[in-house]
């Protein structure tokens, strides 16, 4: 895997490192152009709005990594969405067992779509759109009208920023160092890449194939689980909406792309995406700042994604040998 | 929430078959909610800054008055979807209404942006623009209840929010939203007493639904069944058509051609799609309620000989005009009913009048009601839909 000198390293990492300087680009004209100076405010809204994203474009690298797709994300989104506003309430120990009962609700939500995929061996394009139905359903069940009682400081505090940093950027860090860091190193996550690059010398080389794809699915849900939390915390309420289940499954497979994984699965990683899901949400804030006219908004929008998907697959371009990039 | 039958004055001058209505609603137990609407139109008139426009919603709590800011203002509208008619329409009518001399001369500044479905880039959107000092936001908002945390930062940093369209629900903290909208309980109601009326026979009613989980859809479906109650004989067929007219029209044809044909039809939205499929099915054309499209309103008037009686009544695109004027109300320091039910704009198969509810020349998806005069918003179809999107 990732080599010991600093050339083996940039080559491995081209692509979340060209996500990160787009980004970079994106977010300091986006600052430079603030009206009011750079506050804490201004970062804590672009950190909320960019995490939620990110957690989302996380879980969606997972399946993308072994080939797959995960057309669910934005449902079991809306699903823990729709289950936390019913549980964030009361005594700590009470908005503890909620977070907790949230995050269970993601992972039997990715359980579902494993064994949909994994044992059920459906494509999964086809069992995520079927499962995302579903969810969607169980949410409207749970939550038949907009609403939800939150606790409000609670909300505020993960919302809100300790030390001018927003706390929400926080536990993103930490869900990357605790979470998949160590799953990639081991050899589930590693059995990951190499289902995705190719699945049958995989199986012959002695990887757990099964495992590795059930995992990919049921990381998925988790991640969506917590994206569902934070969701929670910054409306305060939930809605059981299929647009916007729909909206974030798009915007995270957009994400994924930008952040440089490949959709043939095998390449790229849970970093890149998370820059590509903050890629994405800094294009909106632009059009805040450059105050584009209502109309054009979208075809500005288009345009940038499209500069941004361009420029990240320029390595693609200067290789000898296409394969290279997929090295 | 229900909001509102301050419109009710609107809606009798539009519908001469209202006032016997009227006498039926009051026995039928409604006494209480529209002597509430008219006393409290009485109280607030004296210091309501437009009564006859700002017309207070039955829920509406009081007036909302704050220290007179020093103008011209920066005004920001945080909007959400932008990608059908009605939507289009309702920006192109804000910024005609904003480009009118009175108006552009007390806005400094008019900042649009489009968020798309997403909640929380929404709300992140109003953080933006509390954060850049402007001094009033508009919303037409993605969720009901996703806005409480937000609000409470607008209402700190002292911007003045008012919510259009799909408003918010509100609760106690909220003493200086001003929120603007028709009564969707009211239309939905209004459309039931009408087919109740218009149906030659009584037994078979197709209900074509808007988007589930939305407000407005509850509301208007309420406002609807509360009204066909009155006849427990009949019954009802209900289908999802999502307010859209490819989908109302093929869940309105698959409804007919299962249940066979029916005497009465209430369509949300997607109005022209859904008689389609009545035209297509060719079974007798029967009494529609619709949306206000003006494809819809040509249908009527082209086929109200053969029997296609239709009633139009819908959301107007005019209301972010509208909420433009209580945000400068507000802001000017006058005071406005914090909970606004402007009139809903009516017409059916007997009103309708060429080149003034409904254009032959413009197109289909132009939505009629397209103005409100009670509150000096005059725009022409052509000012609004020529006014380019710079």
């Given amino acids: 895997m990732s080599g010991s000198s600093p050339r083996l390293f940039l ?10 300087a787009i980004f970079a680009l994106m977010f300091g004209l986006y600052l430079a152009l603030q009206p009011n100076g750079i506050r804490t405010d201004v970062l804590v809204t672009a950190a909320n709005k960019g995490v939620l994203l990110a957690l989302i474009a996380s879980a969606q690298t997972l399946p993308v990594l072994t080939g797959g797709i995960d057309l669910s994300v934005g449902a079991i989104v809306v699903l823990c969405n729709c289950l936390a506003s019913t549980l964030l309430s009361g005594t700590p120990t009470q908005i503890a067992f909620g977070v907790a009962a949230t995050l269970c609700g993601g992972l039997a939500a990715g359980m579902v779509n494993a064994l949909a995929v994994v044992v059920g061996r459906l494509q ?3 069992a995520t759109l079927a499962t995302s139905t579903m969810f969607y359903g169980v949410s409207l069940l749970l939550r038949p009208n907009p609403g939800g009682d939150i606790d409000d400081d609670f909300a505020s505090a993960l919302t809100g920023a300790v030390g001018g940093v927003p706390v929400s950027l926080l536990l993103l860090l930490a869900i990357v160092l605790l979470l998949w860091l160590p799953f990639r190193r081991s050899l589930t996550g590693r059995g990951l890449y190499a289902v995705g690059s190719s699945e049958a010398s995989a199986y012959m080389s002695g990887v757990k194939v099964a495992r590795a794809k059930a995992c990919a699915y049921v990381g998925a849900g988790l991640l969506s689980g917590f994206a569902g939390l934070l969701l929670t915390l910054v409306a305060e309420s939930a809605q059981a909406s299929a647009i916007q289940a729909g909206d974030l499954t798009l915007n995270s497979i957009a994400a994924v792309v930008i952040g440089g994984t490949s959709l ?3 390449v790229g990683g849970i970093v890149g995406s998370i820059l590509g899901a903050f890629i994405l949400r800094t294009i909106g804030d632009l059009l805040f700042v450059l105050s584009a006219p209502p109309l054009w908004q ?21 290789a000898r040998n296409r394969l290279e990039t997929y090295r | 929430m229900v909001t509102g039958t301050g419109s009710l004055r609107g809606l009798r001058a539009a519908t001469p078959a209202f006032d016997r209505r009227l006498a039926t609603a009051l026995c039928c137990s409604l006494l209480v909610s529209a002597g509430l609407a008219a006393g409290s139109g009485g109280a607030f008139a ?8 700002f017309a207070p919603a039955k829920g509406s709590a009081g007036l909302v008055s704050l220290p007179a800011k020093k103008g011209p203002y920066r005004i920001a509208f945080a909007n959400g979807f932008i990608g ?3 939507r289009v329409q309702m920006l192109q009518t804000l910024k005609a209404y904003a480009a009118q001399p009175a108006v552009a001369a007390q806005i400094k500044e008019l900042r649009i942006v489009s968020v798309g479905t997403d909640v929380s880039a929404q709300i992140a959107a109003m953080d933006n623009f509390i954060s850049a000092g402007f001094d009033a936001i508009l919303i037409d908002a993605n969720s009901p209840t996703a806005f409480k945390p937000v609000l409470r930062r607008a209402k700190q940093a002292g911007v003045v929010v008012v919510s259009f369209d799909n408003t918010l629900d509100r609760t106690k903290a909220e003493t200086d939203l001003v929120q603007v909208n028709q009564d969707q309980f009211a239309m939905g109601k209004m459309m039931g007493d009408w087919l109740n009326e218009t149906m030659k026979q009584k037994k078979h009613v197709l209900e074509v639904r808007g988007v589930p989980g939305n407000s407005v859809d509850r509301d208007r479906h309420e406002g609807f069944r509360q009204a066909m109650a009155a006849d427990p004989g009949i019954q009802i067929t209900e289908v999802v058509g999502n307010w859209d007219d490819g989908t109302g029209q093929k869940a309105a044809a698959d409804a007919m051609a299962v249940n066979g044909a029916v005497d009465g039809i209430y369509t949300q939205g997607g109005s022209i799609g859904v008689t389609h499929a009545l035209i297509d099915s060719h079974k007798p054309l029967v009494p529609i309620d619709g949306e206000g499209e003006n494809g819809f309103r040509k249908l009527i008037a082209l086929h109200a000989k053969d029997g296609l009686l239709g009633e139009s009544a819908g959301q107007s ?3 972010s005009a509208v909420a433009l004027k209580a945000a400068l109300a507000v802001l000017q320091g006058q005071s406005v009913p914090d909970e606004i039910a402007v009139p809903i704009p009516v017409a059916n198969y007997k009103t309708l009048e060429a080149g003034k509810n409904y254009f032959p020349d413009l197109s289909d998806t132009f939505f009629a009601a397209y103005d409100f005069p009670v509150c000096d918003i005059k725009l022409t179809p052509q000012a609004i839909m020529g006014h380019d999107a710079k």
Avoid: E, K, Y
């Fill in chain 1, 11 to 20: 080559r491995h990492n081209a692509l979340p490192l060209l996500a990160a």
């Fill in chain 1, 124 to 126: 999964p394009i086809i």
């Fill in chain 1, 264 to 266: 043939f699965g095998g």
């Fill in chain 1, 298 to 318: 979208p075809m500005f929008q288009g345009l940038i994604l499209l500069g941004a998907v361009s420029f990240s697959a320029l390595p693609t371009l200067r």
């Fill in chain 2, 46 to 53: 004296a210091d309501n800054a437009d009564a006859q426009c």
């Fill in chain 2, 84 to 86: 059908n008619g009605w």
């Fill in chain 2, 317 to 319: 695109p005019a209301l």
